[in-house]
Nanobody, 125 residues
Framework: QLQLVESGGGLVRPGGSLRLSCAAS????????IGWFRQAPGKEREGVSC????????VSVDSGNGRFTISRDNAKNTVYLRIDSMSPEDTAVYYC??????????????????WGQGTQVTVSS
């Protein structure tokens, strides 16, 4: 049974950077698309970035604006999300999710099967 575990969240100063990790256990990530999603208090969950099994990526224009970088290390069974130039608007619980790979990854949360428990990211001075 595949399990995804996020880590790397915490308190960050505005303008700072953070790297989140999504580690898989119980199965390999090699044949999965992985997406990162976030949910801020009182808001709906939104897709941030995704990476397919071949390494092709997608970043949400609305939430990313060039500040999000997703990558994967299949040898470590881990996907990363780096966030730069952070602002309080980035405060949210960040989730990673997985699905059997398709032609391209997607930021549609309903298409993902496996979900982690989330990691809290707070941006504040």
């Amino acid at each position: 049974q595949l399990q995804l575990v996020e880590s790397g969240g915490g308190l960050v100063r505005p303008g700072g950077s953070l790297r989140l990790s999504c580690a898989a256990s119980g199965s390999t990530l090699d044949y999965l698309d992985i997406g990162w999603f976030r949910q801020a208090p009182g808001k709906e969950r939104e897709g941030v970035s995704c990476i397919d099994s071949r390494g092709s990526t997608m970043v949400s224009v609305d939430s990313g604006n060039g500040r999000f970088t997703i990558s994967r290390d299949n040898a470590k069974n881990t996907v990363y999300l780096r966030i730069d130039s952070m602002s309080p608007e980035d405060t949210a619980v960040y989730y990673c999710a997985g699905r059997p790979t398709r032609r391209h990854c997607s930021l549609e949360s309903s298409s993902y099967v496996y979900w982690g428990q989330g990691t809290q990211v707070t941006v504040s001075s």
